[in-house]
Protein backbone atom coordinates (compact mmCIF):
# COMPACT_ATOMS: atom_id res chain seq x y z
CA UNK A 1 0.00 0.00 0.00
CA UNK A 2 1.34 3.68 -1.02
CA UNK A 3 1.97 5.93 1.84
CA UNK A 4 -1.06 8.18 0.33
CA UNK A 5 -3.13 5.34 0.28
CA UNK A 6 -1.85 4.75 4.12
CA UNK A 7 -2.86 8.01 5.01
CA UNK A 8 -6.26 7.49 4.05
CA UNK A 9 -6.81 4.14 5.71
CA UNK A 10 -5.73 5.28 8.92
CA UNK A 11 -8.23 8.46 8.36
CA UNK A 12 -11.00 5.90 7.32
CA UNK A 13 -10.54 3.43 10.56
CA UNK A 14 -10.73 6.74 12.79
CA UNK A 15 -13.84 7.58 11.39
CA UNK A 16 -15.64 4.71 10.98
CA UNK A 17 -14.45 3.38 15.05
CA UNK A 18 -16.10 7.30 15.45
CA UNK A 19 -19.14 5.90 14.36
CA UNK A 20 -19.31 2.59 16.06
CA UNK A 21 -18.81 4.89 19.32
CA UNK A 22 -21.64 6.12 19.03
CA UNK A 23 -23.44 3.08 18.24
CA UNK A 24 -22.05 1.51 21.58
CA UNK A 25 -23.38 4.69 23.68
CA UNK A 26 -26.71 4.33 22.48
CA UNK A 27 -26.92 0.44 22.52
CA UNK A 28 -26.92 1.51 26.51
CA UNK A 29 -29.58 3.96 26.30
CA UNK A 30 -32.50 1.69 23.84
CA UNK A 31 -34.93 0.09 25.94
CA UNK A 32 -38.13 0.30 23.66
CA UNK A 33 -39.31 0.14 20.39
CA UNK A 34 -39.97 4.21 20.69
CA UNK A 35 -36.24 4.75 21.67
CA UNK A 36 -35.11 2.30 18.72
CA UNK A 37 -37.41 3.81 16.04
CA UNK A 38 -38.16 7.53 16.84
CA UNK A 39 -35.43 8.72 19.38
CA UNK A 40 -38.50 8.73 22.00
CA UNK A 41 -39.15 11.96 20.05
CA UNK A 42 -36.63 14.12 21.61
CA UNK A 43 -34.87 14.92 18.36
CA UNK A 44 -32.66 18.28 19.20
CA UNK A 45 -33.73 20.99 15.82
CA UNK A 46 -29.71 20.59 14.87
CA UNK A 47 -29.50 17.09 14.72
CA UNK A 48 -33.06 16.87 13.14
CA UNK A 49 -32.46 19.52 10.37
CA UNK A 50 -29.12 17.96 9.43
CA UNK A 51 -29.94 14.04 9.67
CA UNK A 52 -32.66 14.33 7.32
CA UNK A 53 -30.59 16.09 4.83
CA UNK A 54 -27.73 13.78 5.26
CA UNK A 55 -30.24 10.83 4.85
CA UNK A 56 -31.63 12.13 1.92
CA UNK A 57 -28.79 12.85 -0.19
CA UNK A 58 -26.90 9.77 0.14
CA UNK A 59 -23.36 8.78 -1.90
CA UNK A 60 -26.02 9.88 -4.86
CA UNK A 61 -24.59 13.66 -3.74
CA UNK A 62 -20.95 13.10 -4.26
CA UNK A 63 -21.08 10.59 -6.93
CA UNK A 64 -24.65 10.24 -8.81
CA UNK A 65 -25.30 14.16 -9.10
CA UNK A 66 -21.16 14.91 -9.66
CA UNK A 67 -21.44 12.36 -12.09
CA UNK A 68 -24.50 13.49 -14.26
CA UNK A 69 -23.29 17.15 -14.52
CA UNK A 70 -19.97 16.18 -15.78
CA UNK A 71 -21.96 14.13 -18.35
CA UNK A 72 -24.22 16.65 -19.89
CA UNK A 73 -23.54 19.80 -17.77
CA UNK A 74 -25.51 22.56 -17.07
CA UNK A 75 -29.31 20.69 -17.83
CA UNK A 76 -28.48 18.63 -14.52
CA UNK A 77 -29.35 21.63 -12.75
CA UNK A 78 -32.98 21.13 -13.20
CA UNK A 79 -32.52 18.07 -11.01
CA UNK A 80 -30.75 20.36 -8.17
CA UNK A 81 -33.36 23.03 -8.58
CA UNK A 82 -36.68 20.16 -7.95
CA UNK A 83 -35.15 19.66 -5.38
CA UNK A 84 -34.55 22.07 -3.60
CA UNK A 85 -37.91 23.42 -4.10
CA UNK A 86 -39.15 20.22 -3.03
CA UNK A 87 -36.81 20.58 0.26
CA UNK A 88 -38.88 23.64 0.84
CA UNK A 89 -42.10 22.56 0.36
CA UNK A 90 -41.60 19.57 2.18
CA UNK A 91 -40.20 20.97 5.36
CA UNK A 92 -42.48 24.43 5.14
CA UNK A 93 -45.96 22.26 4.72
CA UNK A 94 -45.80 18.80 5.47
CA UNK A 95 -43.27 18.56 8.57
CA UNK A 96 -45.05 20.85 11.03
CA UNK A 97 -48.24 18.67 10.00
CA UNK A 98 -46.86 15.65 10.49
CA UNK A 99 -45.38 16.10 13.68
CA UNK A 100 -48.62 16.88 15.07
CA UNK A 101 -50.95 14.21 13.54
CA UNK A 102 -48.04 11.62 14.94
CA UNK A 103 -48.27 13.22 18.16
CA UNK A 104 -51.55 12.11 19.48
CA UNK A 105 -50.42 8.38 20.69
CA UNK A 106 -47.62 7.20 21.68
CA UNK A 107 -48.04 4.25 19.42
CA UNK A 108 -47.83 5.79 16.74
CA UNK A 109 -44.23 4.97 15.76
CA UNK A 110 -43.78 4.04 12.40
CA UNK A 111 -45.45 5.62 8.91
CA UNK A 112 -48.29 2.34 8.98
CA UNK A 113 -49.11 3.28 12.30
CA UNK A 114 -50.24 7.08 11.32
CA UNK A 115 -51.93 5.55 8.05
CA UNK A 116 -53.83 3.17 10.80
CA UNK A 117 -54.20 6.01 13.17
CA UNK A 118 -55.45 8.54 10.59
CA UNK A 119 -58.13 6.40 8.70
CA UNK A 120 -59.28 4.15 12.32
CA UNK A 121 -58.41 0.93 9.63
CA UNK A 122 -58.82 -2.15 11.81
CA UNK A 123 -58.48 -5.01 8.75
CA UNK A 124 -54.59 -3.59 8.79
CA UNK A 125 -54.81 -3.68 4.84
CA UNK A 126 -52.93 0.20 5.09
CA UNK A 127 -50.02 -1.54 7.03
CA UNK A 128 -49.65 -4.40 4.77
CA UNK A 129 -49.85 -3.14 1.61
CA UNK A 130 -47.38 0.08 2.88
CA UNK A 131 -45.12 -2.36 4.22
CA UNK A 132 -44.64 -4.66 1.28
CA UNK A 133 -43.67 -1.10 -0.63
CA UNK A 134 -41.26 -0.52 2.18
CA UNK A 135 -39.77 -3.37 1.62
CA UNK A 136 -39.50 -3.52 -2.16
CA UNK A 137 -38.18 -0.06 -2.74
CA UNK A 138 -36.07 0.27 0.00
CA UNK A 139 -34.45 -3.29 -0.45
CA UNK A 140 -33.45 -1.51 -3.65
CA UNK A 141 -32.43 2.01 -1.96
CA UNK A 142 -29.95 0.43 0.35
CA UNK A 143 -28.46 -1.94 -2.18
CA UNK A 144 -28.14 1.50 -3.73
CA UNK A 145 -26.19 2.62 -0.94
CA UNK A 146 -24.26 -1.01 -0.91
CA UNK A 147 -22.74 -0.29 -4.51
CA UNK A 148 -21.61 3.37 -4.25
CA UNK A 149 -19.63 2.05 -1.08
CA UNK A 150 -17.82 -0.68 -3.47
CA UNK A 151 -17.16 1.63 -5.96
CA UNK A 152 -15.77 3.89 -3.37
CA UNK A 153 -13.58 1.72 -1.30
CA UNK A 154 -12.47 -0.20 -4.88
CA UNK A 155 -11.45 3.31 -6.34
CA UNK A 156 -9.31 4.43 -3.13
CA UNK A 157 -7.64 1.24 -2.71
CA UNK A 158 -7.90 -0.69 -5.43
CA UNK A 159 -9.56 -3.49 -4.32
CA UNK A 160 -12.35 -5.48 -5.70
CA UNK A 161 -15.80 -4.34 -5.98
CA UNK A 162 -16.94 -6.84 -3.79
CA UNK A 163 -14.68 -6.33 -0.60
CA UNK A 164 -15.91 -2.96 -1.20
CA UNK A 165 -19.36 -3.79 -0.83
CA UNK A 166 -18.82 -6.00 2.47
CA UNK A 167 -16.37 -2.97 3.79
CA UNK A 168 -18.89 -0.10 3.71
CA UNK A 169 -22.06 -2.24 4.97
CA UNK A 170 -19.80 -3.97 7.61
CA UNK A 171 -20.22 -0.29 9.51
CA UNK A 172 -23.41 0.81 8.35
CA UNK A 173 -25.54 -2.15 9.52
CA UNK A 174 -23.21 -2.39 12.86
CA UNK A 175 -24.32 1.12 14.30
CA UNK A 176 -27.66 0.43 13.20
CA UNK A 177 -27.91 -2.79 14.97
CA UNK A 178 -26.39 -1.30 17.74
CA UNK A 179 -28.08 1.92 18.34
CA UNK A 180 -31.16 2.63 16.39
CA UNK A 181 -32.74 5.71 15.79
CA UNK A 182 -30.52 7.87 17.82
CA UNK A 183 -27.63 6.40 16.75
CA UNK A 184 -28.22 7.30 12.94
CA UNK A 185 -29.45 10.40 13.73
CA UNK A 186 -26.38 11.76 15.85
CA UNK A 187 -24.08 10.12 13.41
CA UNK A 188 -26.44 11.71 10.45
CA UNK A 189 -25.68 15.07 12.31
CA UNK A 190 -21.51 14.71 12.26
CA UNK A 191 -21.75 12.82 8.67
CA UNK A 192 -23.87 15.44 7.74
CA UNK A 193 -21.73 18.26 8.66
CA UNK A 194 -18.76 16.66 7.12
CA UNK A 195 -20.48 16.10 4.08
CA UNK A 196 -21.59 19.91 3.58
CA UNK A 197 -17.37 21.04 4.49
CA UNK A 198 -16.07 18.53 1.84
CA UNK A 199 -18.95 19.00 -1.45
CA UNK A 200 -17.87 22.71 -1.06
CA UNK A 201 -14.17 22.13 -0.65
CA UNK A 202 -13.24 20.78 -3.63
CA UNK A 203 -14.67 23.19 -6.35
CA UNK A 204 -12.86 25.89 -4.60
CA UNK A 205 -10.21 23.96 -4.54
CA UNK A 206 -10.24 23.61 -8.16
CA UNK A 207 -10.86 27.49 -8.70
CA UNK A 208 -7.54 27.81 -6.69
CA UNK A 209 -5.48 25.73 -8.40
CA UNK A 210 -7.03 27.29 -11.74
CA UNK A 211 -6.55 30.88 -10.99
CA UNK A 212 -3.00 30.33 -10.19
CA UNK A 213 -2.64 28.19 -12.81
CA UNK A 214 -4.15 30.51 -15.38
CA UNK A 215 -6.00 28.00 -17.10
CA UNK A 216 -9.67 27.64 -16.52
CA UNK A 217 -10.41 29.89 -18.63
CA UNK A 218 -8.87 28.11 -21.65
CA UNK A 219 -10.47 25.27 -20.29
CA UNK A 220 -13.89 26.40 -20.23
CA UNK A 221 -13.33 27.37 -23.58
CA UNK A 222 -12.11 24.55 -24.69
CA UNK A 223 -14.94 22.35 -23.41
CA UNK A 224 -17.87 24.64 -24.64
CA UNK A 225 -16.45 24.61 -28.06
CA UNK A 226 -15.82 20.34 -28.31
CA UNK A 227 -19.48 20.55 -26.25
CA UNK A 228 -21.66 22.90 -26.91
CA UNK A 229 -24.66 21.88 -25.04
CA UNK A 230 -22.51 21.36 -22.27
CA UNK A 231 -23.23 24.65 -20.56
CA UNK A 232 -26.54 25.15 -21.86
CA UNK A 233 -29.58 24.59 -19.63
CA UNK A 234 -31.76 22.94 -21.78
CA UNK A 235 -29.06 20.47 -22.95
CA UNK A 236 -28.39 19.46 -26.25
CA UNK A 237 -30.94 21.54 -28.48
CA UNK A 238 -30.63 19.10 -31.54
CA UNK A 239 -32.54 16.10 -29.43
CA UNK A 240 -35.82 17.93 -30.17
CA UNK A 241 -38.80 19.98 -28.45
CA UNK A 242 -40.68 16.78 -27.16
CA UNK A 243 -37.72 15.32 -26.02
CA UNK A 244 -36.03 18.65 -24.28
CA UNK A 245 -39.45 18.85 -22.29
CA UNK A 246 -39.15 15.36 -21.17
CA UNK A 247 -36.05 15.95 -19.89
CA UNK A 248 -36.54 19.03 -17.73
CA UNK A 249 -39.81 17.91 -16.35
CA UNK A 250 -38.16 14.73 -15.51
CA UNK A 251 -35.25 16.43 -13.58
CA UNK A 252 -37.83 18.89 -12.32
CA UNK A 253 -39.85 16.04 -10.99
CA UNK A 254 -37.52 14.57 -8.50
CA UNK A 255 -38.93 17.44 -6.11
CA UNK A 256 -41.83 15.64 -6.09
CA UNK A 257 -40.27 12.61 -4.38
CA UNK A 258 -39.68 14.26 -0.66
CA UNK A 259 -43.34 13.60 0.28
CA UNK A 260 -43.29 10.04 0.14
CA UNK A 261 -39.48 9.54 1.70
CA UNK A 262 -39.99 7.70 4.74
CA UNK A 263 -37.01 7.83 6.41
CA UNK A 264 -36.68 11.77 5.96
CA UNK A 265 -40.60 12.15 7.06
CA UNK A 266 -39.56 10.26 10.04
CA UNK A 267 -37.47 12.99 11.63
CA UNK A 268 -40.24 14.99 11.42
CA UNK A 269 -42.29 13.11 13.71
CA UNK A 270 -39.19 12.55 16.05
CA UNK A 271 -38.31 16.10 16.91
CA UNK A 272 -38.83 17.35 20.23
CA UNK A 273 -41.77 20.00 19.27
CA UNK A 274 -43.29 21.45 16.42
CA UNK A 275 -42.40 24.81 17.48
CA UNK A 276 -38.74 23.84 16.77
CA UNK A 277 -39.17 22.72 12.63
CA UNK A 278 -39.38 26.30 11.55
CA UNK A 279 -35.52 26.71 13.10
CA UNK A 280 -34.97 23.37 11.40
CA UNK A 281 -36.24 24.27 7.97
CA UNK A 282 -33.90 27.14 7.99
CA UNK A 283 -30.96 25.50 8.78
CA UNK A 284 -31.90 22.55 6.75
CA UNK A 285 -32.29 24.93 3.86
CA UNK A 286 -28.75 26.67 3.92
CA UNK A 287 -27.69 22.90 4.08
CA UNK A 288 -28.86 21.42 0.83
CA UNK A 289 -28.72 24.83 -1.21
CA UNK A 290 -24.66 25.12 -1.18
CA UNK A 291 -24.44 21.23 -1.31
CA UNK A 292 -26.61 20.74 -4.17
CA UNK A 293 -24.69 23.87 -5.94
CA UNK A 294 -21.62 22.24 -4.78
CA UNK A 295 -22.23 19.02 -6.21
CA UNK A 296 -23.31 20.52 -9.96
CA UNK A 297 -19.66 22.39 -9.74
CA UNK A 298 -17.84 19.25 -8.91
CA UNK A 299 -18.93 17.70 -12.07
CA UNK A 300 -18.92 21.09 -14.51
CA UNK A 301 -15.58 22.24 -13.15
CA UNK A 302 -13.72 18.39 -13.14
CA UNK A 303 -15.14 18.05 -16.70
CA UNK A 304 -13.33 21.68 -17.68
CA UNK A 305 -10.51 20.62 -15.22
CA UNK A 306 -10.12 17.05 -16.32
CA UNK A 307 -11.01 17.00 -19.82
CA UNK A 308 -13.32 14.10 -20.92
CA UNK A 309 -11.52 10.97 -19.82
CA UNK A 310 -14.15 9.31 -17.30
CA UNK A 311 -17.36 7.80 -19.65
CA UNK A 312 -20.10 6.02 -18.40
CA UNK A 313 -20.66 4.92 -14.86
CA UNK A 314 -16.49 5.97 -14.14
CA UNK A 315 -18.15 9.45 -14.59
CA UNK A 316 -19.53 8.89 -10.85
CA UNK A 317 -15.95 8.73 -9.49
CA UNK A 318 -14.83 12.18 -10.51
CA UNK A 319 -15.52 13.63 -6.92
CA UNK A 320 -12.63 10.83 -5.90
CA UNK A 321 -10.62 11.54 -8.92
CA UNK A 322 -10.25 14.62 -7.79
CA UNK A 323 -9.72 14.79 -4.42
CA UNK A 324 -6.55 12.46 -4.40
CA UNK A 325 -5.09 15.11 -7.48
CA UNK A 326 -6.28 17.90 -5.01
CA UNK A 327 -5.39 17.06 -1.78
CA UNK A 328 -2.73 15.44 0.59
CA UNK A 329 -2.98 12.06 2.23
CA UNK A 330 -4.84 13.00 5.60
CA UNK A 331 -6.80 15.87 4.44
CA UNK A 332 -7.83 13.50 1.10
CA UNK A 333 -8.80 10.61 3.21
CA UNK A 334 -10.85 13.35 5.21
CA UNK A 335 -13.17 14.40 2.12
CA UNK A 336 -12.96 11.01 0.94
CA UNK A 337 -14.48 9.97 4.67
CA UNK A 338 -17.75 12.16 2.95
CA UNK A 339 -18.39 9.94 0.55
CA UNK A 340 -18.66 7.22 3.02
CA UNK A 341 -20.65 9.44 5.49
CA UNK A 342 -23.22 10.02 2.40
CA UNK A 343 -23.51 6.63 1.82
CA UNK A 344 -24.06 5.81 5.46
CA UNK A 345 -26.10 8.81 6.53
CA UNK A 346 -28.89 7.17 4.10
CA UNK A 347 -28.22 3.41 4.29
CA UNK A 348 -28.86 3.69 7.87
CA UNK A 349 -32.16 5.21 7.71
CA UNK A 350 -33.61 3.29 5.07
CA UNK A 351 -32.04 -0.34 7.05
CA UNK A 352 -34.07 1.70 10.54
CA UNK A 353 -37.76 2.12 8.25
CA UNK A 354 -37.24 -1.12 6.53
CA UNK A 355 -36.87 -2.87 10.13
CA UNK A 356 -39.75 -1.01 11.40
CA UNK A 357 -41.92 -1.94 9.07
CA UNK A 358 -41.00 -5.65 9.37
CA UNK A 359 -41.16 -5.68 12.86
CA UNK A 360 -44.15 -3.22 13.62
CA UNK A 361 -46.36 -4.25 10.60
CA UNK A 362 -45.72 -8.04 10.24
CA UNK A 363 -44.19 -9.41 13.41
CA UNK A 364 -45.89 -7.68 15.96
CA UNK A 365 -49.07 -7.27 13.91
CA UNK A 366 -49.88 -10.99 12.72
CA UNK A 367 -47.03 -13.63 15.09
CA UNK A 368 -46.36 -12.05 18.10
CA UNK A 369 -49.33 -9.31 19.47
CA UNK A 370 -47.81 -9.47 23.05
CA UNK A 371 -44.17 -9.22 22.26
CA UNK A 372 -42.57 -7.07 25.06
CA UNK A 373 -40.39 -3.81 24.15
CA UNK A 374 -37.17 -5.67 24.79
CA UNK A 375 -37.88 -8.56 22.44
CA UNK A 376 -39.07 -6.34 19.68
CA UNK A 377 -36.09 -4.06 19.79
CA UNK A 378 -33.81 -7.84 19.59
CA UNK A 379 -36.18 -8.37 16.54
CA UNK A 380 -35.65 -5.10 14.97
CA UNK A 381 -32.02 -5.85 15.26
CA UNK A 382 -31.94 -9.40 13.55
CA UNK A 383 -34.17 -7.58 10.99
CA UNK A 384 -31.36 -5.21 10.12
CA UNK A 385 -28.94 -8.33 9.39
CA UNK A 386 -31.53 -10.30 7.58
CA UNK A 387 -32.34 -6.52 5.28
CA UNK A 388 -28.72 -5.90 4.87
CA UNK A 389 -28.03 -9.68 3.57
CA UNK A 390 -30.76 -8.94 0.84
CA UNK A 391 -29.79 -5.74 -0.28
CA UNK A 392 -26.03 -7.11 -0.04
CA UNK A 393 -27.13 -9.51 -3.01
CA UNK A 394 -29.04 -7.33 -5.05
CA UNK A 395 -25.76 -5.03 -5.11
CA UNK A 396 -23.42 -8.14 -5.43
CA UNK A 397 -25.04 -8.85 -9.10
CA UNK A 398 -25.16 -4.39 -9.65
CA UNK A 399 -22.54 -2.17 -10.79
CA UNK A 400 -25.00 -0.27 -12.43
CA UNK A 401 -24.82 4.31 -12.00
CA UNK A 402 -26.19 5.00 -8.41
CA UNK A 403 -28.02 7.72 -10.17
CA UNK A 404 -29.95 4.93 -11.94
CA UNK A 405 -30.53 2.97 -8.74
CA UNK A 406 -31.76 5.59 -6.61
CA UNK A 407 -33.83 7.54 -8.97
CA UNK A 408 -35.95 4.46 -9.53
CA UNK A 409 -36.11 3.97 -5.67
CA UNK A 410 -36.80 7.85 -4.96
CA UNK A 411 -39.65 7.24 -7.69
CA UNK A 412 -41.28 4.22 -5.68
CA UNK A 413 -41.48 6.17 -2.38
CA UNK A 414 -42.46 9.46 -4.28
CA UNK A 415 -45.98 7.78 -5.78
CA UNK A 416 -46.62 4.73 -3.17
CA UNK A 417 -46.65 7.25 -0.18
CA UNK A 418 -46.48 10.76 -1.26
CA UNK A 419 -50.29 11.58 -2.02
CA UNK A 420 -51.56 9.38 0.19
CA UNK A 421 -49.58 11.22 3.06
CA UNK A 422 -50.41 14.64 1.58
CA UNK A 423 -53.89 13.59 1.29
CA UNK A 424 -54.08 12.27 4.75
CA UNK A 425 -52.81 15.55 6.40
CA UNK A 426 -55.22 18.01 4.19
CA UNK A 427 -57.75 16.60 2.70
CA UNK A 428 -60.76 15.34 5.87
CA UNK A 429 -62.75 13.56 3.59
CA UNK A 430 -59.89 10.94 2.65
CA UNK A 431 -60.88 7.38 3.22
CA UNK A 432 -58.71 4.85 3.79
CA UNK A 433 -60.16 2.96 0.83
CA UNK A 434 -58.83 5.96 -0.61
CA UNK A 435 -55.41 5.72 1.10
CA UNK A 436 -55.13 1.92 0.09
CA UNK A 437 -55.53 2.88 -3.64
CA UNK A 438 -53.13 5.50 -4.09
CA UNK A 439 -50.74 3.46 -2.62
CA UNK A 440 -51.72 0.21 -4.75
CA UNK A 441 -51.41 2.66 -8.00
CA UNK A 442 -48.58 4.95 -7.41
CA UNK A 443 -46.85 1.77 -6.32
CA UNK A 444 -47.50 -0.52 -9.18
CA UNK A 445 -47.64 2.44 -12.11
CA UNK A 446 -43.28 2.68 -10.94
CA UNK A 447 -42.98 -0.62 -11.22
CA UNK A 448 -44.75 -0.75 -14.54
CA UNK A 449 -43.67 2.44 -16.36
CA UNK A 450 -39.44 1.57 -15.36
CA UNK A 451 -40.22 -1.06 -17.37
CA UNK A 452 -40.79 0.30 -20.70
CA UNK A 453 -38.36 2.67 -23.24
CA UNK A 454 -38.88 5.09 -25.82
CA UNK A 455 -41.40 8.31 -26.14
CA UNK A 456 -43.10 9.13 -23.77
CA UNK A 457 -41.91 6.63 -21.20
CA UNK A 458 -38.79 8.24 -21.36
CA UNK A 459 -40.17 10.80 -18.87
CA UNK A 460 -39.38 9.86 -15.33
CA UNK A 461 -41.55 7.35 -13.69
CA UNK A 462 -42.68 9.26 -10.46
CA UNK A 463 -44.70 12.15 -12.83
CA UNK A 464 -47.02 9.22 -13.72
CA UNK A 465 -46.79 7.73 -10.62
CA UNK A 466 -48.21 10.37 -8.34
CA UNK A 467 -50.32 11.93 -10.85
CA UNK A 468 -51.84 8.03 -10.63
CA UNK A 469 -51.77 8.43 -6.87
CA UNK A 470 -53.29 11.24 -6.46
CA UNK A 471 -56.05 10.42 -8.80
CA UNK A 472 -56.91 7.08 -6.98
CA UNK A 473 -56.78 8.64 -3.50
CA UNK A 474 -59.45 11.16 -4.90
CA UNK A 475 -61.40 9.03 -6.75
CA UNK A 476 -61.56 5.96 -4.50
CA UNK A 477 -62.38 8.70 -1.11
CA UNK A 478 -65.70 10.06 -2.92
CA UNK A 479 -66.68 6.94 -4.08
CA UNK A 480 -66.64 4.98 -0.27
CA UNK A 481 -68.47 6.54 2.40
CA UNK A 482 -67.38 9.38 4.43
CA UNK A 483 -64.29 8.26 7.27
CA UNK A 484 -65.32 7.83 10.89
CA UNK A 485 -66.91 10.94 12.80
CA UNK A 486 -63.81 10.22 15.35
CA UNK A 487 -61.01 10.69 12.69
CA UNK A 488 -62.88 14.25 11.09
CA UNK A 489 -63.30 15.65 15.26
CA UNK A 490 -59.44 14.80 15.85
CA UNK A 491 -58.45 15.94 12.19
CA UNK A 492 -60.31 19.37 12.92
CA UNK A 493 -59.38 19.14 16.61
CA UNK A 494 -55.27 19.13 15.76
CA UNK A 495 -55.62 21.88 12.48
CA UNK A 496 -57.29 24.14 15.00
CA UNK A 497 -54.39 23.51 17.67
CA UNK A 498 -52.01 24.24 14.96
CA UNK A 499 -53.80 27.88 14.41
CA UNK A 500 -54.07 28.22 18.10
CA UNK A 501 -50.52 27.70 18.51
CA UNK A 502 -49.19 29.77 15.64
CA UNK A 503 -47.46 26.87 13.96
CA UNK A 504 -49.87 26.42 11.30
CA UNK A 505 -47.82 25.80 8.25
CA UNK A 506 -50.48 27.43 5.96
Known sequence: MSENNLSIAIVFLIYLAAMLGLGFVFFRRTENTSDYFLGDRKLDKWVTALSAEASDMSGWLMLGLPGAAYLSGLSASWIAIGLLAGT?????????????????????????DYLEHRFREKRNLLRVVSALF???????????????????????????????????????????????????????????SLIFVAILAVPLAILDAAVDSGEMNAALTQLSASDPSFFTIFGDSGAGVAALLIGTISSLAWGL?????????????????????????????????FS?????????LGRAAGGTSLEGPDAEKIFMVLVRGLFPGVLAGVFLSAILAAIMSTADSQLLVTTSAFTQDFYRTFLRKNASDAELVWVSRLTVLGVSATALLLAFFSEKLVFAIVAYAWA?????????????????????????????AGGITVLAWGRLE???????????????????VIAASLASPPPPEEATREFDRLVSEMKQSGTAAE
Open 88 to 112: YVNWRFVARRLRFFTGVSEEIITIS
Open 134 to 192: ILVFFLIYTASGFVASGKLFSTVFDMPYSAGLLAGAAVVVSYTFLGGFNAVCWTDFFQG
Open 257 to 289: GYFGQLHILVRFMAIRSADDIAVSRRIAMVWVT
Open 292 to 300: LVGAVAVGI
Open 412 to 440: GFGATFGPVLVGSLFWRRMTWQGALCGMA
Open 454 to 472: GGIFDLYEIVPGCAVSAAA
